[in-house]
């Protein structure tokens, strides 16, 4: 059974573009969502990540936006660019996990065309 | 300061045979996790571990174990390696605060099974 099911899988966009990565989760005890970053060769990165008493949290180029009610959360990267070229990763766990482990959508690999 | 160490970085192994992962995490992080990550099932919580002791597992057989020891470093065993096994093995390290302290991954083991 699938709790975080991310979309699109791969995603292109031009350099300049805005970049929107989609996740739906199933278990309502979640209450951490956290967006890695991995490049090749390296371990998932933390980008930026929210709890859902907040619908929106912006850290530079990157937003989350929340929707408690329809249990979604995307990933917005503004002005991207091609060093943002990686696989992204949305999760979801409860307080903040550790101890409970992180569920992990399948990843969206994006390319961003200079 | 140091990141989350793991070593090796590669292993072949032949089917049947056992393995030791290891992983050092961040000074200071109590809290070391193990996931799996594959092309196919994406990643994986496998288990966790605080003070030596194994808080939560995931969906793994028992082939999968993991320690950890006294100064929180980590190992993990996969004993009876099976094809499907072939993934990369990444740690984490957290300093386990609730909502405020993210997931360091590890730049992961990569383990080929032949």
């Known amino acids: 059974q699938q709790q975080v099911k991310q979309s699109p899988q791969s995603l292109i966009v031009q350099k300049g573009g805005i970049s929107i990565i989609n996740c739906a989760y199933e278990n309502t005890a979640f209450d951490y969502f956290p967006w890695y970053q991995q490049f090749p060769g390296k371990g998932p990165a933390l980008l930026i990540a929210?709890?859902?008493?907040?619908s929106e949290k912006k850290e530079g180029r990157f937003t989350i936006s929340f929707n408690k009610s329809a249990k979604q959360f995307s990933l917005h990267i503004m002005d991207s660019q091609p060093g943002d070229s990686a696989t992204y990763f949305c999760?979801?766990?409860?307080?903040?996990?550790?101890?409970?482990?992180?569920?992990f959508g399948k990843g969206t690999h994006l390319i961003i065309q200079p | 300061k140091a990141g989350v160490t793991q070593t090796p970085r590669y292993l072949i192994k032949t089917r049947g045979q056992q393995v030791t992962l290891s992983c050092s995490p961040i000074?200071?992080?109590?809290?070391v996790s193990w996931y799996q990550q594959t092309p196919g099932q994406g990643l994986q919580f496998l288990f966790e571990?605080?003070?030596?002791?194994?808080?939560n597992k995931g969906n793994f057989p028992g082939r999968f174990s993991g320690r950890q020891f006294s100064n929180s470093r980590s190992e993990m065993n996969v004993s009876t390696l099976e094809l499907g096994d072939s993934a990369l093995y990444l740690c984490?390290?957290?300093?386990?605060?609730?909502?405020?302290?993210?997931?360091?991954f590890g730049n992961g083991t990569r383990l080929t099974v032949t």
């Open positions: 929210i709890r859902p008493d907040v």
């Open positions: 999760a979801a766990s409860r307080s903040g996990g550790g101890a409970d482990g992180l569920t």
């Open positions: 571990y605080f003070s030596e002791t194994q808080r």
């Open positions: 984490a390290s957290t300093r386990d605060e609730p909502y405020n302290s993210p997931l360091h």
């Open positions: 000074s200071g992080h109590r809290s």
